[in-house]
């Protein structure tokens, strides 16, 4: 995909938010593209766009002391992921990634990332994932802590 190429924002029945604007994310991460993200055709490799989702809400919810992945009680895995792709990003760009809530269950929640060049409003790529809490001995569904329920509920 060359700078040029647009594909359609994602499906808006997915969303209760507009897609592709940065105006409809609440929280956002500055993210740098490092030189081995780039893949043979000269712009990131999709499996990186994946990463930078994770990072992007993983770091914010460590730094917000909401999430410890190696000593907390409940952790977040992943059971559900998407991506829709707009416009290349490529190294060296700094990359604004936008966070927002889309759906709070019990024990799970849908995040929604939009990946915009620095600056830019229009996102290059907009994905989802769904967090289902669990113990972090047992791995059984476990309900989403108090503290980490209001922190999402500040993203929608």
Request: with cysteine; glycine share 8%; proline share 4%.
């Amino acid at each position: 995909m060359n700078n040029s190429t647009k594909i359609a924002p994602a499906d808006p029945q997915k969303s209760s938010k507009e897609s592709g604007m940065r105006s409809n994310y609440a929280r956002f991460r500055t993210i740098t593209t490092r030189w081995m993200d780039n893949d043979v055709y000269g712009h990131v490799n999709n499996v990186v766009y994946y990463s930078f989702f994770d990072t992007a809400v993983n770091a914010t919810l460590i730094d917000e002391g909401l999430l410890d992945p190696q000593n907390g009680n409940v952790i977040g895995l992943v059971v559900e992921t998407g991506c829709r792709y707009a416009s290349a990003l490529s190294f060296p760009e700094t990359v604004d990634a936008g966070i927002r809530v889309a759906h709070i269950g019990n024990s799970s929640v849908r995040y929604e990332v939009g990946l915009f060049k620095h600056g830019e409003d229009i996102a290059a790529a907009e994905g989802f994932f769904v967090h289902v809490y669990v113990d972090a001995r047992t791995r059984r569904p476990a309900s989403i802590p108090t503290a980490l329920r209001s922190f999402l509920e500040s993203l929608t």
